[in-house]
């Protein structure tokens, strides 16, 4: 398990999201970030990046049944 200041450090690409979520591709992700909608993102240059503590807060945020 990762620390909380850990989690901050840890960057995905949108390669490593869309395999995490399972998507069938990148597309979704792409698409999000247009309509400024999903998960935060980092834009560094031309180069996105996921930060893991706001990819996990998201998927919390996301869980249904809300977890009390």
Request: charged residues 30%; hydrophobic residues 40%.
């Amino acid at each position: 398990m990762y620390t909380a200041a850990e989690l901050q450090e840890i960057l995905l690409t949108e390669n490593q999201l869309w395999r995490r979520w399972q998507l069938a591709s990148a597309k979704k992700l792409q698409a999000d970030r247009v309509r400024g909608v999903g998960c935060p993102y980092i834009k560094i240059g031309r180069l996105v990046r996921y930060r893991l503590s706001d990819v996990v807060a998201y998927e919390a945020k996301h869980r249904f049944p809300q977890e009390v």
